[in-house]
C-alpha cells in the first residue's frame, strides 16, 4: 500500500518524506489556503516545491467547473513537473475532461468520491487515482470503509487498472482497515502516520533492554 501524506505544510511534507515512507503527497485547495498559500503564481511555486521534497505523484486540484477550463487549468497545472497528477473534482464536465486527460497521458485524481457509483464512472473515463472521502462518509453516520470494499469489490471484477486512494483518513484505524481491504493508497495527516508507530510494550520493552544494557555495562 502506498502512503501519501495529505497536506501542503512543507515541513510536515518534509518530515514525512524524513521517514522514507512517504509515497506521494495530495492537496486540495483548503489544504492550500490553510498555508496562506493564494494566488496563482505562490501556487505555482508551492507544487514546484512540493516536487522537488517528495519522489511520487503530487496531486494539484483545478478550480474550474467546465470542461474547457478544468482541461485548460489541468494542463497548465501538469506541465509544471513531471510528478504532478491533475485532481478533478467528481462531476459530469470532470468526468469529460478525466476522459481527455487519459488519452493525452496526463494522470489525474478524481476527488470528492462518495459512492461506488461514482468511482465506477470515474474509472471508466481512464482516472489514475479516485479519491472516496471515508472520514466525510462516516461523519454522516454511514461506512466510509464499506465504501472502500464495494469499490475494491467492482475494481477486481474488471480489472480496472484505477487506484483506490482512500482518502480524509482521519486515524490510525482508517490505514490499517484501509490496508485490510486493499486500498492501493491512504492519504492522511501525518500525525495518523505517525500514530501507527505507537505501542506501550514497545516503550516498555526497550526501556527494559536499555535498562539492562546500562546494568551489565557499568
Ligand atoms: O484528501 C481529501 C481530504 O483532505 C479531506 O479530508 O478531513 O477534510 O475530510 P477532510
Request: charged share 20%; proline share 3%; with cysteine.
Amino acid at each position: 500500500m502506498k502512503f501519501f501524506v495529505d497536506t501542503a505544510n512543507i515541513n510536515e511534507i518534509k518530515e514525512a518524506q524524513s521517514l522514507g515512507i512517504l509515497d506521494g503527497v495530495t492537496t486540495n485547495p483548503s489544504l492550500m489556503a490553510k498555508e496562506g498559500i493564494t494566488g496563482k503564481n505562490k501556487i505555482i511555486n508551492h507544487y514546484k516545491q512540493i516536487c522537488e521534497i517528495v519522489t511520487g505523484d503530487v496531486s494539484a486540484e483545478v478550480i474550474a467547473t467546465d470542461f474547457k477550463g478544468i482541461v485548460e487549468e489541468g494542463e497548465e497545472l501538469a506541465s509544471i513537473h513531471n510528478q504532478i497528477v491533475v485532481k478533478v473534482p467528481m462531476i459530469a464536465e470532470g468526468i469529460k475532461a478525466i476522459k481527455y486527460f487519459s488519452e493525452n497521458s496526463i494522470k489525474t485524481n478524481c476527488t470528492l468520491i462518495f459512492s461506488a457509483g461514482q468511482a465506477l464512472l470515474a474509472a471508466k473515463a481512464g482516472a489514475t487515482y479516485i479519491s472516496p472521502f471515508i472520514g466525510r462518509v462516516d461523519d454522516i453516520s454511514c461506512d466510509g470503509l464499506e465504501l472502500i470494499s464495494d469499490i475494491r469489490m467492482i475494481f477486481d471484477n474488471y480489472d480496472f487498472g484505477t487506484e483506490i486512494l482512500a482518502a480524509s483518513i482521519r486515524n490510525p484505524m482508517h490505514i490499517i482497515n484501509c490496508a485490510k481491504i486493499g486500498a492501493d493508497v491512504v492519504t492522511t495527516p501525518l500525525k495518523s502516520i505517525k500514530s501507527l508507530l505507537n505501542h506501550p510494550l514497545t516503550d516498555i520493552g526497550l526501556k527494559k533492554f536499555l535498562d539492562d544494557f546500562n546494568k551489565g555495562n557499568k
